[in-house]
């Protein structure tokens, strides 16, 4: 393994999760390595167009280069290119926010999304992460995923909300209920106050290769919504899955 790589790497993706510019210091404070290591790689980054540095400052910051790099690997993914008119159908009939997750070990990414435009809504962000146990996309994909998938999990499994399902056998019966069901469940596992709804999309081998996802303010999602929304859920997840040539889950 190339150690000074790693380093690199490590250094570019604190400067990414800081969400402001940072300087040297800062920056060799969180990272550990020594400033003048820190002042090189950082140099090294400017010169391939991935960090800029304030004249006025001194502080560095990245540049659009990576997210134009993070929206081309998203769109390497026909799910997601195929995705996008059905998710902003659907959040237009339901007005509520839609997602588009896969599952990354025991964590869901958020590849696409569309707010609700309601004012009281639900916060997530493109490229943000959830645990897959909490969250209904991370539940659609690890009910279709067996053993291999459920083997990423923590043990015990983290509790983010006092409503979270913190056991493995109680979580596998959810999982029952939702290959049965067509679509998933959170009722404030992840963030109280806050719950949602997941449908898997098949590719054509019948594997779960990604989720449709709602979440909305608990309020808004009573027993009959909820039955209401997770149909039309399962129903766009089919319809992506017949552009993609994919494999039609069980109808909801």
């Not at 459920?150 to 499994?157: F, G, T, V």
Request: charged share 20%.
């Amino acid at each position: 393994m190339d150690k000074t790589l790693v380093k690199g790497v490590q250094l570019l993706e604190h400067l990414v999760q800081s969400g402001a510019p940072c300087g040297v210091s800062e920056l060799a404070r969180k990272t550990g390595l020594n400033p003048s290591n820190v002042h090189r790689t950082l140099q090294t980054w400017t010169h391939l167009g991935f960090v800029a540095q304030d004249p006025a400052t001194g502080a560095y910051r990245c540049t659009l280069q990576l997210f134009e790099w993070g929206c081309r690997v998203a769109d390497g993914f026909d799910v997601h290119r195929v995705a996008r008119d059905h998710l902003a159908k659907l959040a237009h009939a339901c007005q509520e926010t839609i997602h588009l997750s896969v599952l990354d070990g025991a964590e869901i990414v958020y590849l696409d999304k569309i707010d609700s435009p309601q004012p009281v809504r639900a916060y997530s962000e493109i490229g943000g992460r959830a645990p897959a146990h909490c969250v209904a996309t991370g539940k659609a994909l690890l009910a279709h995923g067996g053993p291999m998938a459920w083997a990423a999990l923590a043990q015990p499994l983290p509790r983010h909300t006092p409503k979270t399902v913190a056991d493995l056998d109680a979580l596998k019966a959810q999982f029952k209920l939702i290959r049965q069901r067509g679509y998933a469940v959170n009722r404030e596992e992840w963030r109280l106050g806050v719950s949602g709804l997941g449908a898997p999309i098949f590719d054509q081998r019948g594997q779960a290769i990604a989720a449709v996802g709602l979440s909305a303010p608990s309020a808004r999602l009573g027993p009959a919504r909820e039955r209401e929304l997770g149909v039309a859920l399962a129903a766009t997840a089919n319809d992506i899955m017949r552009a993609l040539g994919g494999a039609l889950q069980r109808a909801a």
